[in-house]
């Protein structure tokens, strides 16, 4: 769908790395050559032309990002992405409001961002992480959380959509259990935004992550959306101009009003301006369609890899355009760079989810993410090349 809006797809290449950052649309592009060309500014500064159109353009994407999630405008942060974003729930707000013993739960399926962080403040403030074990296909139920909570769990944090093996977590029933329960739900979107529909609202969610580069925007800019009632208890990790709206000599301050106060210094503007077209443009096609459209490639490209003998696959029940494999034998980034002499993007590695070989017991996959762009022509084209990869020594080696 919609491929000729992409410049990068005029070449001919196959590209499966949307995990980790998406192609950008003509209109994303232009949206930021245009602020750059015609009214480049600083925002909340100035009061000539260039500055109001700006201050407009700015302002509307909380509007835009708000009608996207369902939550309310002034629960939008702009930051620099879902790693940023992730870093301000656990040292703005829970190491605020955690203590010594506090129970936390994780699943070892997520990426780096939303585990090392609650390494980093358990070290500092005794907080205990529990991974809640995954299912036979690697897989998170609400009932495996149920299994580990106890009445020191606190907080339930986890990607609505994993990384590697791209399962989709039952959010709405798993922030049920967490509302009935007094316990703090943060998500973690940056796989799921994307990809699907996501309710902040109706899910119960008390803080939700993502990036603007892995949803069609440009890379820089992420979003932090937050309960309004937490934020105003949650403190800035960084300070400076326009977050504060007084200081004096003899230490008085005071700081701006939510959600400025968590923007200090000057904020990634072209990028927000990007972020918000970018939105704008998934919102026409629809996150249903898309949603859709990954599954019936998902689905054609597990259909046809049955009957290639060696390849493992380790996600073939989950509910995403993520397809995690290995050539059996065949070390990941070996086949990836194999399927780049074919022009096929992919990635290889552990994909920042280090402590999944622990359930997997493998460290290093090859990842195939697919976007709504991509087509039955290119799964084509990739599977062609893994029924070739006999040769694929010669060609790496
Ligand atoms: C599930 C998940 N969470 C968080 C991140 C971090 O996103 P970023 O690097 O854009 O901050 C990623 C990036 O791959 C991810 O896949």
Redesign the pocket.
């Known amino acids: 769908m919609h491929r000729e809006d992409f410049p990068m797809l005029k070449k001919d290449i196959i590209y499966f790395d949307n995990?980790?950052?998406t192609l950008k649309p003509q209109c994303v592009i232009d949206s930021v050559v245009e602020y750059m060309t015609n009214h480049t500014s600083n925002i909340h500064r100035g009061d000539y032309d260039a500055a109001v159109i700006t201050n407009k353009l700015y302002d509307n994407v909380r509007n835009i990002v708000s009608s996207f999630v369902n939550c309310d405008s002034r629960e939008v942060i702009y930051t620099?992405?879902?790693?940023?974003?992730?870093n301000m729930v656990v040292f703005g707000y829970m190491k605020k409001h955690l203590k010594k013993g506090d129970e936390v739960l994780l699943n070892k399926a997520?990426?780096?961002?939303?585990i090392l962080p609650w390494i980093i403040l358990s070290k500092q403030i005794g907080i205990v992480i529990k991974y809640v074990p995954l299912d036979n296909n690697y897989e998170l139920t609400l009932e495996n959380i149920k299994r580990c909570v106890t009445f020191k769990t606190k907080v339930i944090s986890l990607?609505q959509?994993?990384?590697v093996i791209g399962d989709v977590r039952d959010v709405y029933n798993i922030g049920k259990f967490c509302h009935e329960n007094n316990i703090l739900f943060n998500v973690?979107g940056?796989?799921s935004v994307p990809h699907m529909r996501v309710d902040f609202k109706n899910c119960y969610m008390d803080f939700l992550?993502f990036?603007g580069?892995?949803m069609c925007g440009p890379t820089g800019v992420?979003i932090l959306v937050g309960r309004y009632e937490l934020l105003e208890d949650m403190d800035p990790l960084c300070y400076g101009g326009g977050m504060n709206s007084y200081f004096e000599e003899n230490g008085d301050y005071e700081l701006k009003s939510i959600p400025t106060r968590f923007e200090a210094g000057t904020t990634p503007i072209a990028q927000v301006i990007g972020l918000g077209e970018a939105i704008k443009y998934l919102m026409k096609i629809g996150m249903d369609n898309i949603h859709e459209h990954e599954m019936k490639l998902k689905q054609y490209l597990l259909d046809k890899v049955k009957d290639i003998p060696n390849i493992i696959v380790y996600n073939t029940s989950s509910n995403s355009g993520i397809f995690a494999f290995n050539i059996d034998g065949v070390f990941a980034q070996d086949t990836s760079i194999y399927l780049n002499s074919y022009n096929i993007y992919v990635r290889a590695g552990n994909?920042?989810a280090k402590e999944l070989k622990d359930e997997i017991n493998i460290k290093n996959t090859v990842r195939v993410s697919m976007y709504f762009y991509n087509n039955y022509n290119d799964v084509d084209r990739l599977v062609d090349a893994l029924r070739n990869s006999k040769d694929i020594f010669k060609i790496v080696l």
Do not use: P
């Open positions: 995990g980790a950052t620099s992405g879902a790693t940023q974003s992730l997520e990426h780096a961002s939303n990607a959509i994993t990384n973690d940056a796989q992550s990036s580069h892995k992420g994909h920042c």
